[in-house]
């Protein structure tokens, strides 16, 4: 059943790139806003007429913290209707209109495969949420890498933050890659995300001769969805294993 339409409130924003901005709303009628991490919320955007045309949905990037505020990240579609409305005339202190929280992209209920969480852009939204709540409640987990991708150094989301957190949690891998960067630190990637998941299955495979038993979590824009998906079923990955949630 879908869940009635609620009034929220920006109550921050926060530009992390220059076309990538961090919103942090509240639900006042709520006390709390449950959601698992995964899931995403829409948007009633007052951009169109016709009230389907109006709907935007965002994945939510926080965890769930018993709070009744979240936190999403957006880019910017300049030839867009909702994005700009968003970029533009939406301010601290701004209402909107929001339901939620909806999907399925959530996590398995038992870590007990390696985990990859694949993406590109803000398609890292769904993932810091699951990162940070398996840390907060010191979920028992295998491996998760968790492969982000975007063009240049400067379009890095929550990078920081995240090599931060692979130094206290166990057994967690942050790979940032950058598809236009020719020289890149310790710990980053010069490439797209596929040549770094391969090269981290692959490696385990000439180690144990097998494929590591995997989650995968592909969150993002379609075509690098889409290759993500066939390259991991060409490597032998059942479709099974394979979790997508396409942005468009
Ligand atoms: C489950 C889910 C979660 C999502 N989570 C996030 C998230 O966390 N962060 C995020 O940034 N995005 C997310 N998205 C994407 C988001 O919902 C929007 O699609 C995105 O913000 C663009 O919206 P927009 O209204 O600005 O662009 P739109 O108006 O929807 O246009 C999108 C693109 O289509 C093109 N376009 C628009 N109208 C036309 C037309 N008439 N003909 C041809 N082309 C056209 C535009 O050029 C534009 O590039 C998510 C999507 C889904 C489905």
């Known amino acids: 059943m879908l869940q009635p339409w609620l009034k929220c409130v920006v109550i921050k924003t926060e530009d992390i790139t220059h076309s990538t901005r961090r919103f942090w709303i509240q639900i006042p009628e709520l006390t709390s806003f449950d959601f698992e991490p995964g ?7 007052p951009i169109h007429e016709q009230r389907n045309k109006r709907w935007r949905s965002y994945s939510i990037a926080s965890a769930p913290d018993g709070s009744n505020i979240f936190e999403l990240v957006i880019v910017l579609m300049e030839d867009g209707l909702g994005t700009p409305h968003l970029f533009n005339d939406v301010t601290v202190g701004s209402e909107l209109i929001v339901r939620g929280p909806q999907g399925k992209f959530t996590m398995p209920p038992v870590l007990d495969k390696d985990l990859f969480l694949i993406c590109t852009g803000t398609g890292i939204a769904p993932f810091r ?12 987990h295998q491996r998760i ?16 933050e995240l090599k ?16 236009r960067e020719l020289s ?7 490439g797209y995300v596929h040549a770094c998941y391969k090269t981290i299955i692959e490696a385990h ?11 995968f ?12 998906k066939k390259t991991l079923l060409e490597i032998g990955y059942d479709k ?8 468009g």
Not at 39 to 45: A, I, M, N, P
Not at 184 to 190: A, E, L, P, R, T
Not at 207 to 215: C, D, K, N, Q, V
């Open 205 to 215: 495979r000439s180690e144990t001769g097998i494929l590591p038993p995997a989650y």
């Open 145 to 160: 890498h968790l492969v982000f991708g975007c063009r240049e150094f400067k379009d890095s989301l929550y990078e920081s």
């Open 184 to 190: 890149v630190g310790q710990g980053q990637y010069s």
């Open 240 to 247: 099974q294993a394979i979790h997508l949630e396409l942005y």
């Open 164 to 179: 931060y957190l692979e130094k206290s949690m166990v057994n967690f891998y942050h790979h940032p890659c950058f598809s």
């Open 129 to 140: 949420s699951m990162v940070h709540y398996i840390d907060q409640h010191q979920i028992p």
């Open 217 to 228: 979590y592909l969150c993002g824009w379609k075509n690098m969805v889409d290759d993500a």
């Open 39 to 45: 899931q995403f919320v829409t948007f009633d955007l």
